[in-house]
């Protein structure tokens, strides 16, 4: 049988009758090119199909995706088989345009079969402490440290007159030097809860090591993962048996599928209720601390039902560029900006250089939310 994409160009290329040969031997030579050309794309096509069918097989023994070894092989054989005129290089050149094809193919497919992936799911929205999350934008607002239950009363007192909900405030700290200060541990955790319970307010905290899972639950609404974990994938499946919303924030040099992959890690356990934190990825620039990824925002939301936060504080760590930078992601579709606020920013024990005082918090959400 004819296959239909060849009947299909065939009859295209057709006009009002076939010549012969001798009558226009270029029509005749154009007609036998078409007709490859549908060969060629019914090959293609039907190699997708077998890949398919290959993709299922792997996946339900287990075995690996990406065979490299089998994919050399499979030139390896072509090339002793090639007659000409093709050159080796050209066939090698060629398959592995073949074999990108199935490759990203395959990708496409085991994005859709996550858990994680959108289909399609609403928007996902969580109700946080009687606070709901995932419609329009919020702010998580706090210090970058917990250092007193005095600066935490200050901070939610004045975050909550302006209206914010979610009250940040790292009790363990993720420090590049062992020797900085490593937050307050436990003690800073239960500050936070009675700061937040005190004004009305949900509380987001990191959690680092699995063996303060149990007072992370307690004391924490939102179980934070910091960039440097999200390659913890122990810590991310721990996260996934819990029943709290967990925000995951972005590795400083992670890919948007490995993105993805671990927020899979958590939802893999049963816990779906995840948060997606862009806060900016390391590139070669240097006036900004990280590079903050806008583009991130509408492909995770498009990818996954998931809210996604921006953290214009750690995604810039400079004060000038937080209200463009929050501004941009709200219209990019965030449905959370996060930022950081400390009473008095000099004296802060870290990042003072980009946490706002009150005055600025006071003018950033104006301009923001306003
Ligand atoms: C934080 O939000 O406190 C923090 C340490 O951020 P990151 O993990 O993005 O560096
Ligand atoms: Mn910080």
Known sequence: MIPQSRQILWNLGRRRYSPTMAENPLRVLRDQIDALNGDLLHLLNERLQLIEQVQELKARTGRPMFDPARESRELDGMLLANRGPMTADQVRAIFKEVFKLSLGHMQQETRRVLRVHRGEQPDSIYEIAGHSFGGS??????????????????????????????????????????????????????????????????????????????????????????????????????????????????????????????????AHEGNEQIILCERGIRTHEKWTRNTLDLAAIPLLRQETPFPVVVDVAHGTGRKDLMVPMARAAIAAGANGVMVEVHPNPPLALSDNEQQMDFDEIETFVGAVLG
């Open 137 to 266: 934008a919020q702010l998580i607002a706090g210090p970058c440290s917990v250092e007193s239950a005095e600066q935490l009363d200050l901070v939610a007192g004045k975050l909550r007159s302006l209206g914010v909900r979610f009250l940040r405030g790292g009790a363990f700290k993720p420090r590049t030097s062992p020797y900085s200060f490593q937050g307050l541990g436990i003690a800073g955790l239960r500050m936070l809860r009675e700061a937040a319970d005190r004004h009305g307010m949900a509380v987001v905290s990191e959690i680092l090591d699995p063996r303060h899972i149990d007072a992370a639950l307690e004391y924490s609404d939102v179980l934070q993962v910091g960039t440097r974990n999200m390659y913890n994938y122990e810590l991310l499946k721990l996260l996934g048996r819990s029943n709290k919303p967990v925000m995951l924030k972005r590795g400083f040099m992670a890919t948007l599928e490995e993105f993805i992959l671990a927020a899979e890690y958590i």
